[in-house]
């Protein structure tokens, strides 16, 4: 597993459950999100702090990085875009990003053409791509918290899928991803909860899990293992979600 250090600006390699984390990277400001190409490699956003994240939408100058694990060697992959949140790939390598200070939704293509402004949800947050690729789903983390799908062929439309009721307005939804079946797991900060988006409503899968931030699925055969699902918060803990 690897992670991002908000404060340190580091990424971290977790061999498996209990290990001690290892810095496979000096502070290169790797703050925000953190997704595994298949060739191995890791793509890490930038920028994830108050100020490129308030000004991200008009001020773009933030980078995603290219991060070998085994050499710790860094490159900039891509720039120009606003304060990286939360990082998705694509299954044709198509990257995408959020700004949770703004409302930009970030595009890089394989070729590395960079859109800061390819699609528009206030307050993006958490970001995940459907296992066929043809839509974009988006966490709004306030101000009428909910799920939204974007589709790829039509940006410029954003579809509010699945919005929150009652207390659950408080809940502040951040980080996503896709179980199995392609459905939206959703890590909760003040709720304490894992929702699953399900006929078109959430549902809870796990409480008791306060300052939570993200969630993902294990790879491989041992160390955190396929299918077996964690979750990851500020409070520097990760834990397996029966």
């Known amino acids: 597993m690897f992670a991002t250090a908000l404060h340190s600006g580091r990424v971290y390699r977790i061999d498996a459950p209990g290990v001690t984390p ?15 190409r298949e060739d191995g490699r890791l793509l890490v956003g930038t920028g994830n702090d108050l100020l490129h994240s308030l000004t991200g939408d008009v001020l773009p100058v933030s ?42 939704i970030g595009r890089v293509t394989p070729d590395r053409r960079v859109d800061h402004d390819w699609a528009r949800v206030a307050q993006p947050n958490g970001i995940a791509v459907s ?72 549902c809870v899968v796990a409480s008791g899990l306060p300052l939570s931030t993200q969630i993902t699925y294990g790879q491989g055969d ?10 990851a918060g500020v409070d520097g803990g990760i834990y397996e979600i029966p």
């Open 131 to 202: 296992p066929d690729g043809s839509q974009v789903y988006v966490v709004r983390t306030t101000v009428a918290p909910g799920l939204y799908r974007i589709p790829v062929a039509d940006p410029g439309h954003p579809q509010r899928w699945i919005s929150t009721e009652g207390t659950d307005t408080l809940a502040l939804p951040d980080g996503l991803t896709l179980d199995a079946r392609g459905r939206p797991l959703i890590a909760t900060h003040t709720a304490g909860q894992i929702w699953r988006a399900e006929g078109g409503t959430f």
């Open 222 to 231: 041992r160390g955190f293992s396929a299918g077996r699902l964690y979750r």
């Open 63 to 104: 980078k995603l990085l290219l991060v070998d694990p085994d050499s710790g060697a860094v490159s900039t992959y891509a720039s120009g875009l606003g304060g990286i949140g939360g990082v998705a790939l694509a299954p044709d390598g198509t990257v995408y990003t959020t700004t949770l200070g703004g409302r930009t």
């Open 22 to 36: 290892v810095p496979i990277t000096g502070g290169i400001g790797a703050n925000g999100g953190i997704v595994v």
